[in-house]
């Protein structure tokens, strides 16, 4: 089933990008398979099934299966990371998204150069402004980006996005359509380490939807495995 559905979000995602109206339609988008809630046997299938990124959202979830998984794979922070647990996440992930505050990015510039590492991010822009998700303002995300940019362990390579859950998907599409504006804006700036190439957003609700609009990098979790089993 894990396989089978995997191959099915594959082919939807192809079909978006043919629905594209502004970004291109030969652009490669990212398949992030979020295992959160879900076990090791899971993994594994989808991995078997040619699954090459996996996502989760909390870091001691994910140290529990980074030991045990035995199947390489690039490895995505997607959830709210907290600056006590960025030694932690720097071991572990291939890039994180949820970059939100100067503060973060400093603990994780730190913990990167403790293990001679330069960590991948991307930041988390709030575009809806919700009280309840995490993430910076539209306003304030080119001051952050150019603080990021002067940190030597850290490269910027993009710009993340949890849309508000509406009903209606289509209700996501103007929020889609201003983040791809601000990713291309930010693809012509100069910048001294940043390689702004990546644009995450959609979930399983809205991926679709957010490829439409020019996402690179999408994050599927239920439409993947199902239902997660909450213990």
């Known amino acids: 089933m894990i396989a089978e559905n995997y191959k099915n979000i594959l082919k939807k995602i192809e079909a978006a990008k043919e629905r594209r109206t502004r970004a291109s339609k030969k652009d490669n988008v990212t398949l992030v398979a ?94 809806a402004k919700e009280a309840q998700k995490f993430g910076v303002f539209k306003e304030d995300l080119s001051s952050l980006v150019e603080e990021i940019d002067e940190m030597e362990h850290l490269k910027l390579k993009g710009i993340m996005l949890i849309a508000p859950n509406f009903n209606d998907k289509e209700e996501t599409r103007p929020l889609f359509s201003e983040m791809y504006d601000i990713f291309t804006d930010l693809k012509t700036r100069l910048f001294k380490r940043a390689e702004i190439n990546i644009l995450s957003m959609g979930m399983t609700g809205d991926f679709e939807t957010a490829v439409e609009e020019g996402a690179n990098l999408v994050r599927v979790g239920t439409g993947i495995f199902g239902a997660r089993n909450y213990l």
Do not use: C
């Open 34 to 127: 979020v295992t959160k809630n879900h076990d090791v046997n899971a993994m594994r299938e989808a991995i078997d099934a040619g699954a090459t990124d996996i996502g989760e959202n909390r870091v001691q979830e994910a140290r529990e299966k980074f030991q045990t998984l035995n199947r390489n794979a690039t490895w995505h922070l997607i959830g709210h990371l907290q600056t006590n647990k960025a030694k932690f996440a720097v071991e572990m992930f291939d890039l994180i998204h949820s970059v939100d505050s100067f503060k973060l990015a400093k603990a994780l510039n730190d913990a990167a150069q403790n293990t001679d590492k330069v960590q991948n991010i991307l930041v988390q822009v709030n575009l």
